[in-house]
């Protein structure tokens, strides 16, 4: 069965920095394109942040550019968000995310409706 978990999320002050993590299980990763996303109380989900399945190709939203830093290491199939100079706007529910890449290479999608496969989330609160 296909589970991916998320970890590493927590309580910190503005500016501050946390790494997240993405645990696959039940198959590997270097045939899926891999997404962060979050979702903040009171607001629809949004994409954070995806990379190919080679690693090659990375995207992220606007906001978030410069600060967090999406990997991943397939050898341990888990994925990583660095997520630096936090801001309280960051605050939400983080969630990774696999969408098949098996048929094609290239740039990863930003819809969450080509993501198959979801974890549970993890909490970030960034205090001001």
């Known amino acids: 069965q296909v589970q991916l978990v998320e970890s590493g999320g927590g309580l910190v002050q503005a500016g501050g920095s ?46 978030v550019k410069g600060r967090f830093t999406i990997s991943r290491d397939n ?10 100079s936090l801001k309280p706007e960051d605050t939400a529910v983080y969630y990774c995310a696999a969408a098949d890449q098996s048929r094609y290479l ?13 974890g549970l989330g993890t909490q970030v609160t960034v205090s001001s």
């Open 18 to 63: 946390l790494r997240l993590s993405c645990a696959a299980s039940g198959y590997t990763l270097n045939s899926y394109a891999m997404g962060w996303f979050r979702r903040a109380p009171g607001k629809e989900r949004e994409f954070v942040a995806a990379i190919s399945r080679s690693g090659d190709n990375i995207i992220y939203t606007d906001s």
């Open 106 to 118: 290239g740039y990863p999608p930003r819809s969450s409706q080509r993501y198959g496969y979801w």
């Open 75 to 84: 050898a341990k199939n888990t994925v990583y968000l660095q997520m630096d």
